[in-house]
């Protein structure tokens, strides 16, 4: 049997499907079964125009003071307040130690800000003013700090649906 181009092209295909379904099921399962996390939004710009409804997401614990360096790259220790919304407790650039009840996020710096997981969230059209009362961002987190954005959350850390 001659194996041809065809047959590459196909392989190759089936591949890249498997490793998206993989991700997919991965994200959904950490949708289902991480910790809820609240992390305070930092007020902004709640809308693109350019972009049509979509908000862009600004942590308050990813807000540098002046002069911090924790590294290119690393974690923010977080534990959660009796509302669940995250407090950081520290930077560092290890998973570990981890005390009882804290929980990692991964960081990265750049020069202009600190990314520690979703940025953006696109809503309906036409929800702007429903949105724009959001307060709080859900994160759904794993033991390993890999995160997804459940949603937003208004002043009394309501799910805004």
Sequence with gaps: ?????KHLILINLLILFGFLAMSISSKE???KEGQLVLLELV?????SLMQGDYMRLEYA?????????YGKQGYVVIRLDEDGVGEAQRYQQDKLPLEPGEILLPYRNSEWDTDIGAN???FQEGREDDFAEARYGGLRVDDDGNSVLAG??????????
């Design 61 to 69: 614990i990813a807000q540098r003071k002046y002069g911090e360096v």
């Design 43 to 47: 007020p902004i710009d709640p809308r």
């Design 120 to 122: 953006s969230y696109f």
């Design 1 to 5: 049997m001659k194996f041809s181009t």
């Design 152 to 161: 937003l959350y208004n002043e009394e850390r309501q799910l805004i649906e």
């Design 29 to 31: 399962t950490l949708l």
